[in-house]
């Protein structure tokens, strides 16, 4: 600081800038004020998996991102990308390009992932030899990261998507798009993002008038389809 050399005791450690912890993934950022876990295990995660991917080459893509205003609580925003139950009868385009019988999960200490498998019509990724999915024909990996961040990869590139709430019935969803291979979104399960989002709007508004029904009970999770969502609601057990 200049023009402190006359101050007794300059500087103290309450003099300090404060420092923000950050880690950082390939070209991304990851901030938090008060980190409640080591996020060096989720990056590790994720780069199991896409780690082969160029991610440096991806670039931010503003004329594909967007905020959606979704009139229900964010947790409820999250049941719903965490269980595949509902694909066949919500999203018909993207039902069509994943193999729903495949369709599998995958738990980790603060995140999950769901895999999506593509038909033969379906742009999937070209995975390297000795890539734990090697041979398999996924189309997209669904990363939840605790408690609100989505990263849905696809063949020519990544979905950044944040639920923030709002209120206790609104939350706003801002997808965040990073384009590697624009040529390959027309056939990817990724190809109508917007479509599919506005189709999880309205299963969502609904599910957050019906629990306001006095009939509304609480149920059972599905072990095939729904370990995902257990996962999060032990997290938010366990944090609250």
Not at 6 to 23: G, Q, S, V
């Amino acid at each position: 600081m200049p023009e402190f050399k006359e101050a007794l005791d300059f500087p103290r450690p309450c003099d300090h800038l404060t420092e923000i912890p950050t880690a950082f993934w390939a070209q991304f950022p990851f901030v938090s004020l008060d980190p409640a876990f080591d996020f060096q295990k989720v990056i590790d995660v994720l780069q199991e998996r896409i780690g082969f991917m160029p991610l440096a080459q991806f670039r931010y893509a503003p004329e594909w991102s967007r905020d959606y205003l979704v009139n229900a609580h964010w947790a409820l925003y999250c049941d719903n990308y965490l269980e595949g139950f509902h694909i066949p009868f919500v999203h018909p385009g993207l039902n069509q390009a994943l193999d729903y019988d495949a369709y599998d999960t995958e738990v980790f200490e603060y995140c999950n992932l769901q895999i999506g498998i593509g038909d033969a019509a379906t742009e999937c990724f070209d995975l390297p030899e000795g890539h734990v999915d090697y041979g398999k024909r996924v189309a997209g990996y669904y990363f939840w990261v605790f408690p609100n961040m989505m990263f849905n990869f696809y063949p020519w590139g990544l979905s950044v998507n944040i639920v923030k709430p709002m209120s206790i019935k609104q939350c706003k969803v801002r997808f965040i798009m990073y384009v590697y291979d624009e040529s390959k979104m027309e056939q990817s399960a990724g190809a109508d993002l917007d479509k599919v989002e506005r189709e999880d709007e309205f299963v969502v508004e609904n599910v957050q008038r019906g629990i306001q029904s006095r009939f509304y009970q609480t149920g059972r999770f599905s072990p095939k389809r729904e370990p995902c969502v257990h996962h999060f609601h032990r997290l938010l057990a366990q944090y609250l």
